[in-house]
């Protein structure tokens, strides 16, 4: 059973900075590829960043150049560094990996809210 805990989210002023976790349970190696994802009620779960197994990654436009996504492989651990934050970037942040046989987990996640 594969379980995702994140962690990291917080109240934060615009322009600071937060770091998110995602700690799997099985090594990461298990999957071919890694993402955060974030959601505002009433509004469609969208995509902030993504990292394939061997390394490339991928940006939702409206954070390429303050996030930055990694992963570590020995502690099993994806993550999301988001900088310049603005009020716009509050949301549940989720993270999802994907499997080699294309199935999703997703953990819990975790609020993030930027004050102005």
């Known amino acids: 059973q594969v379980q995702l805990v994140e962690s990291g989210g917080g109240l934060v002023q615009a322009g600071g900075s937060l770091r998110l976790s995602c700690a799997a349970s099985?090594?990461?190696?298990?999957?071919?590829?890694m993402g955060w994802y974030r959601q505002v009620p009433g509004k469609q779960r969208e995509l902030v960043a993504t990292?394939?197994?061997?390394?490339?990654?991928n940006y939702a436009d409206s954070v390429k150049g303050r996030f930055t996504i990694s992963k570590d492989n020995a502690k099993k651990t994806v993550y999301l560094q988001m900088n310049g934050l603005k009020p716009e970037d509050t949301a549940v942040y989720y993270c999802?990996?994907?499997?080699?046989?294309?199935?999703?987990?997703w953990g819990q996640g975790t609020q993030v809210t930027v004050s102005s």
């Open positions: 099985v090594s990461i190696f298990t999957f071919n590829a």
């Open positions: 999802k990996l994907t499997s080699w046989s294309h199935r999703d987990f």
């Open positions: 990292i394939t197994s061997g390394g490339s990654t």
